[in-house]
């Protein structure tokens, strides 16, 4: 959900059910090294509530469109990181093929 002001549209607010601080700081992160942001946060309301509230303001750009390239860029971030792990993995596994054998077992 997004909460902002119709005549502002640089300024939101936006409100994520079911997630905490390991999305949050993320996207906050991320948000944080697009030169378009002036200021991203977050916070969680309460902590019994499985929700988050990232707050991002822009240069001029509309902050919708900021969060939704900060959520692209966090994706292809996380799939980078999981193709060089598998490839580790099979690098690993080619070059120690015994002790690979002990560690599926």
Aim: charged fraction near 25%; proline fraction near 6%.
């Amino acid at each position: 959900m997004e909460h902002r002001s119709f005549n502002d549209p640089s300024a939101a607010t936006f409100s994520l059910t079911d997630e905490d601080h390991t999305l949050a700081n993320s996207v906050r992160f991320t948000l944080n090294q697009d030169p378009r942001v002036a200021f991203c946060g977050y916070s969680i309301p309460h902590p019994s509530e499985a929700r988050v509230n990232i707050r991002v303001q822009t240069t001029g750009d509309p902050a919708s469109e900021v969060l939704i390239d900060a959520c692209r860029d966090l994706m292809q971030m996380c799939q980078h990181v999981r193709s060089t792990f598998d490839k580790a993995v099979v690098d690993f596994k080619m070059s120690h093929p015994a002790e690979a054998m002990n560690i599926e077992q």
